[in-house]
T-cell receptor
Framework: AQKITQTQPGMFVQEKEAVTLDCTYD???????LFWYKQPSSGEMIFLIY??????QNATEGRYSLNFQKARKSANLVISASQLGDSAMYFC???????????FGSGTKLNVKP | GAVVSQHPSWVICKSGTSVKIECRSL??????MFWYRQFPKQSLMLMAT?????????EQGVEKDKFLINHASLTLSTLTVTSAHPEDSSFYIC???????????FGPGTRLTVL
């Protein structure tokens, strides 16, 4: 069975500090991709970062980096230098290529304090 | 990134009527489109996966006769909620993908309210 787990329903971080959002996954497939999406209160889903299961280096996109630990089946999102505009829901997702669909975690609501 | 539009952005309808939601990929050809439903403060729930030119694959528990999905071209998929009832009120989001090892690009969502 495929499963994504986000254990932090809500988090607070001070502006300009770094924050880590946790994500663990479960799959028996060897070929998959891990994604993080941001959903502001407007409802739109914004793609942030992608990590392939065969990628040896951790993905980075600007202030976002993905701490990929394959043996532990974790794919944590690190946001550096938090900004007020980072306040939103964050979803971790996994795409198992054999099934060609995405599995989503329950989300983490991040609040950035000024 | 690629752009996906969704129309309408919100709709209010009477119970028993049908509502059609369109999802278009504007600048790429989407071999696969996904339809999700999201309740307040919850995650996205996959309803169905739609591949161009073939029948949609529905997730367990999703009524295919109630939620009709058509993926007529590489840029357009539609979701029709037939005989809508208040419990169908929700936020519906589509997404599109053209490569397996790639993200899905989301539409802005449609907020459906059934009175």
């Amino acid at each position: 069975a495929q499963k994504i787990t986000q254990t932090q329903p809500g988090m607070f971080v001070q502006e300009k500090e770094a924050v880590t959002l946790d994500c663990t996954y479960d799959t028996s497939d060897q070929s998959y991709g891990l994604f993080w999406y941001k959903q502001p209160s407007s409802g739109e889903m914004i793609f942030l970062i992608y990590q392939g299961s065969y990628d040896e280096q951790n993905a980075t996109e600007g202030r976002y980096s993905l701490n990929f630990q394959k043996a532990r089946k974790s794919a944590n999102l690190v946001i550096s230098a938090s900004q007020l505009g980072d306040s939103a829901m964050y979803f971790c997702a996994m795409r198992v290529y054999n099934f060609n669909k995405f599995y989503f975690g329950s989300g983490t609501k991040l609040n950035v304090k000024p | 990134g690629a752009v996906v539009s969704q129309h309408p952005s919100w709709v209010i309808c009477k119970s028993g009527t049908s509502v059609k939601i369109e999802c278009r990929s504007l600048d790429f050809q989407a071999t696969t489109m996904f339809w999700y439903r999201q309740f307040p403060k919850q995650s996205l729930m996959l309803m169905a996966t739609s591949n161009e030119g073939s029948k949609a694959t529905y997730e367990q528990g999703v009524e295919k006769d109630k939620f009709l999905i058509n993926h007529a071209s590489l840029t357009l998929s539609t979701l029709t909620v037939t005989s809508a009832h208040p419990e169908d009120s929700s936020f519906y989001i589509c997404s599109a993908s053209n490569k397996l090892k790639d993200t899905q690009y989301f539409g802005p969502g449609t907020r459906l309210t059934v009175l």
